[in-house]
């Protein structure tokens, strides 16, 4: 059974730091694309941050430029989301997704086959 498990969610005022985790079991992801997407509350669920099989290609949403960093350890089978300078904008349930076919790409969530059970990021002002 495939499951992407997130960690590292919680509270934190504005301007400070998070660390996301995403932990996957029951098949390796090291040649699938993965990413971070989040979702407020009555709002669509949408990209922040993918990350390519390898590394070497990663894209951000506009709103995160500068502040988020994914990175992933396909040895581990792990793939993160470094946020600092977090604003009360930056509220939402976060979501690690990974593709199933080798080798793609993309931002939308249709793009992705699996998908952890979400964690809560909340930015006080």
């Known amino acids: 059974q495939v499951q992407l498990v997130e960690s590292g969610g919680g509270l934190v005022q504005a301007g400070g730091s998070l660390r996301l985790s995403c932990a996957a079991s029951?098949?390796?992801?090291?040649?699938?694309?993965m990413g971070w997407f989040r979702q407020a509350p009555g709002k669509e669920r949408d990209i922040v941050a993918a990350i390519s099989w390898n590394g070497a290609t990663t894209y951000y949403a506009d709103s995160v430029k500068g502040r988020f960093t994914i990175s992933r350890d396909n040895a581990k089978n792990t793939v993160d989301l470094q946020m600092n300078s977090l604003k009360p904008e930056d509220t939402a349930v976060y979501y690690c997704?990974?593709?199933?076919?080798?080798?793609?790409?993309?931002?939308?969530?249709?793009?992705?086959?699996?998908w952890g059970q979400g964690a809560q990021v909340t930015v006080s002002s």
């Open positions: 997704a990974a593709q199933q076919k080798p080798y793609g790409w993309g931002y939308n969530p249709y793009n992705y086959d699996y």
């Open positions: 029951g098949r390796t992801f090291s040649s699938s694309a």
